[in-house]
């Protein structure tokens, strides 16, 4: 099938390159024309493991990038992954995907005209949201794409497919998913989408359930999903909260109840909370739309107190310890999450402005994220390793659970008084520190 991207940042940019791997012939689309020389080159602009070796593969041969909507008339089907950002009272920004949707309109009824007069008059095209869109927001993009596509509009059909990938992860888990969301007003757009996505279901070599429902309800599964598991994990870190206070380690606790199969292992590992670009985002956006439709959540509200709450509680543990006014304090970890350079979100940030509060003279190690961090933080000490940053220490506090930080032993010797907080249950050593666990 003939496919047009339209944003070719995280999940555009892994929706296109997985799609023409599929065997589809894929137009990204994007205003930056930086992005799109690069994609025309091969290379992304995001790190993401096995994105490289797609676009590479693909790139001038069934991938193709342009700053242009003009092909869009022609594709079979027209996906939108335009971001969401958050304002401030955590409800998304529609503008950037609504100009998007408008323009998408205008250059399908441009392209249709002649088809129509080619007398053609069933020539559909079906539009695809894939960011991330409340409810409502559903209605204003289908608006937006009529009002561009004018006379054309009834030959112009929404629909929205929310993605689950993880940065990460997230050419595997689009190409291996847990399960389609295919959210249509009509059997002829599921059909289009059935067929999108056969080549892709054929390969995963198992059965994806394929949930077909109507497009509002489509993107409220991707928001209830990712509002579970950040409550998932925020009832986790209450719990633990809890565990702490009776001196009980909330793992070995949490290890036995995920043996439950109603409620399972996975994102029950307390801490110092949850961070990224999706869950903050996204429960504060969902909360922000129940909120203006009349509902004020009192079970997400929490989800995200605790989560707010984590990074002080581990500042509790510190204070309890050692008073860090004019003290060298390492803060190991400043990635949301090991395996990626992105700090949207990350605990490391409230950390680092109560240090900072605190008067500690701060040093921030990460094996990837420093200069993301630096954009925040331009002034603070960066270290080139773990073992510099402990260096002359008089604390250290572990903020992100890479795997090299389970591997420190004879670094903490280095520490001037080697008090560890460790928000992540990462460190292996125990002895000869004054050691504290968040929540255990
Ligand atoms: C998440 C969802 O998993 C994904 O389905 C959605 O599409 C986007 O949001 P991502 O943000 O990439 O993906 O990261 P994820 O691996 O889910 O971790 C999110 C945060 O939760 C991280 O800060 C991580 O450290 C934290 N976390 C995760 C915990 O604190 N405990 C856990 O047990 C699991």
Redesign the pocket.
Known sequence: MRVTVVGSGYVGTTLAACLADAGHDVTAVDIDPDVVAALNDGRAAIHEPGLDDLLAEHAGERLHATTEYDGVSDADVTFLAIGTPSRADGSIDLGPLTAAAEMTGEAIAGGSEGSAAEGNPEDRHLVVVKSTITPPGVGAIREALRAGAGDAADRVELATNP??????SAVDDFQHPDKLVFGTDSDWAAERLDSLYEPLLAATGSEVPVIRTDPETAVMIKYAN?AF?ASK?SLANDLGNVCKRFGIDAYEVMDAVGLDDRIGSQ???S?V???????PKDVDAIRAAAREAGYEPPMLDAAVAVNDGQPDRMLDLLDAHVDVAGERVAVLGLA??PGTDDVRNSRAIPIIEALQARGADVVGYDPVATDTMREHFPDLEYADSAAAALDGASAALVVTDWDEFAALDDAFDAMADPVVIDGRRIIERRDGLTYEGLTW
């Open positions: 993605e689950f990938l993880r940065e990460g990712n598991l994990i994102f029950l590992r801490g909370g949850w961070g990224g670009s999706c869950f949301f999450k």
